[in-house]
């Protein structure tokens, strides 16, 4: 994998981090933060896994539906934070998360068109 420049680096970085959180999130994390549902971690990361090759290779298309797919994660993580106390952290992890990788996802984008 070649990094094409430093913001899809954090493109790259922080997908794979929010991919990586799903499954944390949802199956290990014990049950006042999570569900502990391991088919749950695996639902929540499938979507993700789906631009995933073309992120690695820096493809704006696939980083266009990437965004698509952040904006549901960014929606439920606003979610899960106003409404569920217990799970406030992971969510705001989970948004800050979003919100670097699409700014990160618009730069890249306005550097390569």
Do not use: D, K
């Amino acid at each position: 994998m070649r990094l094409l420049n430093r913001h899809h680096a954090i493109v790259v970085f922080s997908y794979l981090a929010l991919l990586i959180l799903q499954p944390v999130w949802h199956a290990l994390l014990p049950a006042p933060r999570g569900a502990q549902a391991w088919w749950l971690g695996v639902i929540a990361a499938l979507p993700l896994l789906l631009p995933l090759n073309g992120i690695l290779r820096g493809s704006l298309r696939s980083m266009t539906w990437a965004g698509y797919l952040l904006l549901l994660y960014f929606a439920i993580g606003v979610m899960e934070a106003w409404s569920n106390p217990p799970q406030r952290l992971p969510a705001l992890v989970q948004i800050g998360l979003v919100v670097i990788c699409f700014s990160s996802l618009f730069r890249f984008s306005r550097q390569n068109p």
